[in-house]
Structures are given as C-alpha cells and as structure tokens.
Nanobody
Framework: VQLQASGGGLVQAGGSLRLSCTASRRTYDMAWFRQAPGKEREFVSGISLSDQSYTDSVKGRFTIYRDGVRNMIYLQMNSLKPEDTAVYYC???????????????????WGQGTLVTVSS
C-alpha cells in the first residue's frame, strides 16, 4: 500500500491544522505517528474498524477520522502547541484488530511524512 500524507504547515500556537492521508487501496488499521527533532518517533493517534486511540498529550485536541470510500484518514489538530512540532507520518496495516496498536511494528506501510511547525 502506498500512503500519501499532506496538510502540514506553519501555524501559530492555538491554531489548527488538518492532516490527510490517502491510501492507494483499502486498508484496515491506520495511525498517525510523529517525530520531533532529536526525538524518537511516537504514536499520536490510531483508528481501527471499532476503536480509536490517542496519546495522552493530544487527547481533547486532536481527532482522527476515516473516509472509507476514499481510503483516507484525517487528523484534525486543534489548540496546537509548540511541542506538537514534528514530522507527522501516517501508517497502515493490512490486518484488522479489535484494538488500535500503538507501536510501529503494528503497521506495514508508511507515508513520507508531512512537517507541522507550531510557533509560540
């Protein structure tokens, strides 16, 4: 599966962005990870057929949702903070699980990343 992420950019603290990820064909579990400068890549949010999950630092601010017809997922990011600055990657799995997997090894395909920069 090929994944194409888009929607990153520069935004002031408190602002919003919406990331999009398009898959070349139908996928099941999908997720967003991010990697900030000098840090390891971390799970942000994921969605399976029956579950959604968010890392604690984005709960209440970020929303993940799916457009199954277009094989797309979105990440609506509100109330952005400078610490949200990172390259955001979408990931997809050919496996459907009841619960969202929050580790990288749960995903088979990765997009190229889109940069989100939040200024203070």
């Amino acid at each position: 599966v090929q994944l194409q992420a888009s929607g990153g950019g520069l935004v002031q603290a408190g602002g919003s962005l919406r990331l999009s990820c398009t898959a070349s064909r139908r996928t099941y579990d999908m997720a967003w990870f991010r990697q900030a400068p000098g840090k390891e890549r971390e799970f942000v949010s994921g969605i399976s057929l029956s579950d959604q999950s968010y890392t604690d630092s984005v709960k209440g601010r970020f929303t993940i949702y799916r457009d199954g017809v277009r094989n797309m997922i979105y990440l609506q990011m509100n109330s952005l903070k400078p610490e949200d600055t990172a390259v955001y990657y979408c990931a997809a799995s050919r496996t459907s699980r009841s619960s969202v997997v929050v580790t990288e090894n749960g995903y088979d395909s990765w997009g190229q990343g889109t940069l989100v920069t939040v200024s203070s």
